[in-house]
T-cell receptor
């Protein structure tokens, strides 16, 4: 069974204090790994897609990396507006093409001014 | 370009009733997926439609069904509602299967 585990469950940082969120996965036939940000009461907002080990993507203060077993979302010098739940999801190959996304439970990030 | 829209945004139903939720994908997107989000289980895949055909289905009972129209708009239906069906139902669209999915704001369903 495909599994996606995110850690930590919650993280509180001071503004400007850099850190990393982890997403480890156990799947067969990874097609892609996706990072989303979700604000309370809203749908997830797409951030990055990573397809192969060694790949990196950057956007403003966020950088996502991928290995064969896990992905990291690095947050550099975060601001209060970066506070949100960050979700990791995997898409796997199946007999019918690609299955739906399997999500981790998320990391609830709070950035204090 | 307009994002994914979902209607209604909020819904209150009684146990045993049925409900239909609607989703309009981003223009040009042909794949629509539905997810259920609850505090306990997180985001769980319900099903995916591509070119009016259900391509994949998650591990949910047959009370959950959906369809897609020729303009890619999609509906999902839940029959014989149970209290445990209370959740945020999210629709996501993508250009094709396997591409990044863009989510709508969701429909908050409360079953009493």
């Amino acid at each position: 069974e495909d599994q996606v585990t995110q850690s930590p469950e919650a993280l509180r940082l001071q503004e400007g204090e850099s850190s990393s969120l982890n997403c480890s996965y156990t799947v067969s036939g990874l097609r892609g790994l996706f990072w989303y940000r979700q604000d309370p009461g809203k749908g997830p907002e797409f951030l990055f897609t990573l397809y192969s080990a060694g790949e990196e993507k950057e956007k403003e203060r966020l950088k996502a990396t991928l290995t064969k077993k896990e992905s990291f979302l690095h947050i550099t010098a975060p601001k209060p507006e970066d506070s949100a739940t960050y979700l990791c999801a995997v898409l796997v190959y199946s007999g019918g093409g690609a299955d739906g996304l399997t999500f981790g439970k998320g990391t609830h990030l709070i950035i204090q001014p | 370009k307009a994002g994914v829209t979902q209607t209604p945004r909020y819904l209150i139903k009684t146990r045993g009733q049925q409900v239909t939720l609607s989703c309009s994908p981003i223009s040009g997107h042909r794949s629509v997926s539905w997810y259920q989000q609850t505090p306990g289980q997180g985001l769980q895949f319900l099903f995916e439609y591509f070119s009016e055909t259900q391509r994949n289905k998650g591990n949910f009972p047959g009370r959950f069904s959906g369809r897609q129209f020729s303009n890619s708009r999609s509906e999902m239906n839940v029959s014989t509602l149970e209290l445990g069906d209370s959740a945020l139902y999210l629709c996501a669209s993508s250009y094709g299967q396997g591409d990044e999915q863009y989510f709508g704001p969701g429909t908050r369903l409360t079953v009493t």
